[in-house]
C-alpha cells in the first residue's frame, strides 16, 4: 500500500466524532474568544490610563510638570530647549497692582528705558539716520524730508576742481551729494531744489559754499570746500581743492566771524 493509500486508509478507520464532544468544543473556542475580547479590552484601558496617570504622578500635585519644551530655530535648524515655570493652575498668582513692572513708563525698579538710544526718525541712508537722531536732532527744520532725491548719479565734476574734492569728500562720509549741481556758487540753491536741508550754521561735514570773490573764492565760479571741525569758538577747519591752481587737498582756518558769512549744505 502507497503512502497516500495509508493516509486514507487511516481517515476510513476514524470514526464520526460524538454529538456531545462538539458541543463541548464550540463552548471551548467561544470561551477562549471571550477571554481574548477580555484582555485587549483591558489592554485598551490601561494605554489610555497612561496618558491621564503619568503628568499627575510626575508632578505630585494632580497638574502637569511646569517643564515644557519650547522649539527654536538656529541657522536653519530647529532645536529644542527646556523652559521651566510654565503657568500652573495650582500656583498663586499675584494681583497685577503688586506686580513689579508696572505700566507708569518704567521697567522696573533695576531698569530703565534710555529714550536717548531710541531711532526717533527714519533715513534710508544710515549717516543721517544717526545725525538726525543724534548731533542735529534739535535742528532739522519742519517739513525736511531725509530721504529726499540726491541727484546723485557718480562724480560728474572735472577732475581737480573744487566741486570734484567737495563731491569725493562727501561720499567718503558716507553722505550724499547732487552729481550737477552746477558751479559751485550754484550749490545752494540747487541742493534746496531737491529738498536738501541748508542754512548759514556750519556743521561737520556739511559743504560750505563761496559766492564769487567771497574769501579769495573765484570772482566768476564761486568755491565750495567740506567742513572738516567745527571748533567752540565758532572757527572752522576746511578742506577744499583747486587752491591757486593746484588739486591738493589742502586744510585752511576761518574764523568765526567769516564762518557766518557763508552758506552750508548738510544732507
Not at 113 to 127: C, G, I, S, V, W
Not at 176 to 198: C, E, I, M, Q, V
Not at 248 to 253: I, L, S
Request: with cysteine; proline share 5%; net charge positive.
Amino acid at each position: 500500500m502507497t503512502h497516500t493509500g495509508r493516509m486514507r486508509a487511516k481517515h476510513r478507520n476514524t470514526g464520526p466524532m460524538p454529538v456531545t464532544s462538539r458541543r463541548q468544543a464550540t463552548r471551548l473556542r467561544r470561551r477562549h474568544q471571550r477571554i481574548i475580547l477580555t484582555l485587549g479590552s483591558v489592554a485598551s484601558l490601561l494605554f489610555a490610563g497612561m496618558f491621564i496617570l503619568t503628568p499627575m504622578l510626575t508632578s505630585g500635585t494632580g497638574m502637569s510638570d511646569t517643564t515644557i519644551r519650547m522649539s527654536r530655530t538656529v541657522g536653519g535648524t530647529t532645536r529644542f530647549v527646556e523652559a521651566t515655570g510654565a503657568a500652573s493652575r495650582s500656583e498663586t498668582r499675584e494681583p497685577i497692582s503688586s506686580a513689579t513692572d508696572s505700566n507708569d513708563g518704567t521697567w522696573g525698579e533695576t531698569e530703565t528705558l534710555d529714550t536717548d538710544t531710541l531711532t526717533r526718525r527714519h533715513a534710508d541712508n544710515p549717516m543721517i539716520r544717526i545725525l538726525i537722531n543724534g548731533r542735529d536732532d534739535a535742528s532739522i527744520p519742519d517739513g525736511y524730508d531725509p530721504d529726499h532725491a540726491t541727484g546723485d548719479t557718480g562724480n560728474a565734476y572735472p577732475y581737480g576742481q573744487c566741486t570734484w574734492w567737495a563731491y569725493k569728500r562727501r561720499h567718503e562720509l558716507g553722505l550724499p551729494t547732487g552729481s550737477r549741481f552746477g558751479n559751485a556758487r550754484d550749490w545752494p540753491a540747487n541742493a534746496r531744489s531737491l529738498g536738501y536741508w541748508t542754512d548759514s550754521t556750519p556743521r561737520r561735514y556739511a559743504a560750505v559754499v563761496f559766492q564769487p570773490g567771497q574769501e579769495g573764492a573765484d570772482p566768476a565760479y564761486g568755491h565750495v570746500a567740506i567742513v572738516e571741525q567745527v571748533h567752540k569758538d565758532g572757527s572752522i577747519t576746511i578742506s577744499e581743492a583747486n587752491v591757486n591752481g593746484q588739486v591738493g587737498p589742502f586744510q585752511r582756518d576761518l574764523d568765526a566771524a567769516a564762518a557766518k558769512t557763508l552758506e552750508y549744505i548738510h544732507y
